[in-house]
């Protein structure tokens, strides 16, 4: 197939844009670079270099079988400082992408949606027939980008996935032994944080900051449901074969299991074989206590099930961390 993917140049774009090269599809890579490094651009996928208003439609017109869109911005607090850049970005870009769908009749769609759209939830694990009622910006901008899906997908007969990731982590080597993983400026996610000081990266009196440990939770720390990279590029691949015409269809992805704080930081340990200090710090504002997916229906309708756990996910992650720091 030739697969258009936004944001390409970015962690999980890059990762699936290497993994479907791997499998013998043809790529076009279109990234602005506001986040993404064009060295993440895998070898073998064409690269252009753009926002998606100024060139989706001229890429598209070449043909397409289908788009992977990860091309957004995701910090959730920078979503609460700047919602506006949030909506034109996230909102604003796929609508255009639309219109360049619509222009060139290109018939699919695979969208980056968030666990972040269902906010605090109310049982877990999350199915998605749960309430989705977004706590920010970004959680907001993805909901909405979803309802457009589904109103393109019944007006013009395209075919719309949209993915709702949990905690995406860990890192994939190419068939080149190139390695793929997470390069975020800044970096706010927990593991690549705690494997910066596990590297020392993060400077020589650096620990790792535990945000809250009064959670009503086992040990009081928050509990998230990790997801290799790897595991959710596959599900991009299935995801293709469930665009059906008209149709917007929404899986939830994650392993259905969780994993509190002060778990992932002993993994980290064991992993690395460092000490990794640690501080307790304050709670972050708006992390829910407990996110685990329930990633049932993929699994029942597609067959898609993860295969990596948080040890190879870290064991991964740190793989590729020790690549950048040489
Ligand atoms: N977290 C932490 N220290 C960090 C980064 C994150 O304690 O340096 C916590 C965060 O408060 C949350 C969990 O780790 O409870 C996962 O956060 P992350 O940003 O990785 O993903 P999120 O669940 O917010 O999408």
């Known amino acids: 197939m030739k697969l258009l993917v936004t944001g390409g140049a970015g962690y999980i774009g890059s990762v699936v844009a290497a993994m479907l090269l791997a499998e013998g599809h ?33 890429v598209l017109a070449d043909g397409a079988d289908a788009v992977l869109h990860f091309a957004a911005k995701s910090l959730v607090a920078e979503s609460v400082a700047r919602p506006a850049l949030y909506w034109r970005h996230n909102l604003g870009g796929t609508l255009a992408l639309l219109e360049a769908m619509r222009a060139t009749k290109t018939a ?41 899906l589904a109103e393109h997908a019944r007006m013009h ?36 944080n705690i494997l910066s000081v596990a590297l020392g990266s993060a400077g020589p009196d650096a620990c790792v900051q535990i945000f809250g440990d009064d959670y009503p939770t086992a040990d009081g720390t928050c509990v998230r449901d990790y997801i290799h990279v790897t595991d959710l590029a596959r599900a991009h691949l299935l995801a293709l074969d469930a665009c059906d015409p008209g149709l917007h269809r929404i899986y939830n992805l994650g392993s259905g299991s969780g994993f509190s704080n002060l778990e992932v930081l002993q993994t980290c340990r064991e992993v690395t074989g460092r000490e990794i200090p640690s501080r307790i710090a304050p709670r972050r504002p708006g992390d829910p206590a407990v996110l685990i997916a329930s990633s049932d229906r993929i699994s029942a309708e597609r067959g898609w099930r993860p295969e990596s756990g948080l040890r190879a996910i870290v064991a991964d992650a740190w793989q590729f961390a020790q690549g950048l720091a040489r």
């Open 26 to 58: 043809e790529v076009i890579v279109l990234d602005d670079e506001s986040t993404g490094h064009a060295d993440a651009v895998p070898a073998g996928a064409t690269y252009v270099r753009g926002t998606i208003q100024d060139r989706a439609r001229d």
């Open 157 to 192: 007969q395209t075919g719309a996935v949209s993915l709702r990731y949990f905690n995406v982590a860990g890192a994939y080597a190419g068939p080149d032994g190139r390695w793929f993983g997470e390069r975020h400026d800044p970096e706010t996610h927990l593991i690549p």
């Open 108 to 148: 699919r769609i695979v969208f980056s949606s968030t666990a972040a759209v269902y906010g605090e939830p109310e049982r877990v694990p999350i199915t998605e027939s749960a309430p989705a009622r977004p706590t920010n910006p970004y959680g907001a901008t993805k909901l909405a980008t979803d309802t457009a």
